[in-house]
């Protein structure tokens, strides 16, 4: 795959030889524009964050179906429909590339490629699932009429067992060597006869999804390799800083504009803090309120913060001054504090308009001793986060269901949980960002309270 910077992308391949549904053996042989590297990535990674917040939902697999085929239309059609698989197979090894890196982000992309693959598979047509076992050259083989005969009361006892049709004469069973289907054998789901296991026609995603994780997961190691040894070096001015920022990226909107409720004014930053600041800034304002000082990090989390929600800059000034003013004095506040509110807000050095932290972002920072800003559910211990989800008015039930996705490490999941159980009201989107979770909590609460602008 040559990446190039405007040319326009081209295959050396008629679009209709590769199958709807790829292998993802070999890396395409295109020449890919810099531009389209980055968006197919990221279009993909939609899609891959879509499937893992619902897996984490415990969503069912009838729902997960819809969700993936949803999902896939909105984010990976191609303008020029000829162009969809190219984009489907470059996407995938964009995001290969990205997080082959480490050990927790290959077992993510792996974990949620195999899932993507499993629903994709399942939504194909009979004759489209045949032709990729063929591609596949899988270790099965369909069985003869006597065969199934044979063991046609056993196959029968199976599909009872499950509550699944009894099979017909006209049937289709393969014959698979039982380490090839785990899962299936794990859940007493397949009739196994000397060290065969006969998997029905429905049954054989399993058998597709062992292979494909299984030459996935080699290829995550070797892709590895190539990149620590290569890829990372050549690469440095062009390819390397996209490849290392893809897997932090945020995806939504950046709120660096307000546009839905206008300015907010100081005065009423305590009740909103009170009804619709996510956990994270709710901390770092009580913080503030009580020490009348935060640190560098929490300063930047809670101010851009405070700006993406409405306040303007004068005002911010003025807030940040007035708690500041308890500890270091109104005149240090402006020598050594003022800039930096300014700053943020692109009215000093390079006159950058900084936008908010996301979830990402702040999930992935590293709090120090006496900092207040990061995730409290991933930097808090288990009982100052029961703590604080109290004083938002959690219940008991919700903070267990709350607890157990932090111990799971979902985080953001955590966060919407929170969200429902203060707002009494679904967010299906999932929290992504501190402003998401303001906005979304304003919309909820607006008719019920009036805030002066």
Known sequence: MEIVRSQRSRTNTPNDSVSTLPLYRYAPQLEVRLEDFEVFAMDRLRVLKGISDALARGKRPEEMENLVRDLWKANMRHPEASEDVNKDIISH?????????????RKWFLSMETALYRYRF??????????????????????????????????????????QPLPTADAIFYKVPFEEVPELVAGRRVYIHKGHA?????????????????????????TNR?????????????????????????????????????????????QLARSSFPLCMRHLFDKLREDHHLKHGGRMQLGLF??????????????????FSHKVGAERFDKEYAYSIRHNYGKEGKRTDYTPYSCQKIISSTPGVGDH?????????????????????????????????VRNRHYQLACTLTFEAVHSSSCDAGINHPNQYFSDSHKILQPKVEIVI
Request: a negative charge; hydrophobic letters at 40%.
């Open 93 to 105: 090894f964009v995001l290969r590339l990205v997080y082959c890196r480490t050990e927790d982000l």
């Open 122 to 163: 399942l939504l194909g047509s009979s004759e489209a699932k045949r032709a990729l076992m063929e591609e596949f050259d899988l270790p099965c083989k369909a069985i003869s009429r006597t065969e199934f005969e044979n063991a046609k009361e056993k196959l029968e006892q199976v599909a009872r067992s499950f509550d």
């Open 198 to 222: 006969y998997v029905a026609m429905h049954q054989v995603v399993s058998l597709v999804v062992t292979q494909f994780r299984s030459n996935l997961s080699k290829a995550l190691i070797l």
């Open 226 to 270: 190539k990149w620590t040894s290569t890829i990372r070096e050549q690469e440095k001015d062009r390819l390397t800083p996209i490849v290392e920022a893809l897997s932090m990226s945020y995806l939504g909107p950046d709120y660096s504009q307000t546009k839905e409720f206008g300015e907010i004014s100081i005065k009423d930053l305590d």
């Open 306 to 323: 405070l700006k993406g929600v409405g306040l303007r800059m004068e005002d911010a000034l003025a807030f940040w001054k007035a708690e």
């Open 373 to 405: 800003h990061g995730c409290p559910y991933r930097h808090f211990s288990e009982e100052n986060l029961r703590a604080a989800l109290g004083r938002m008015g959690v219940g008991s039930r919700a903070m267990e269901d709350v607890v157990d996705k």
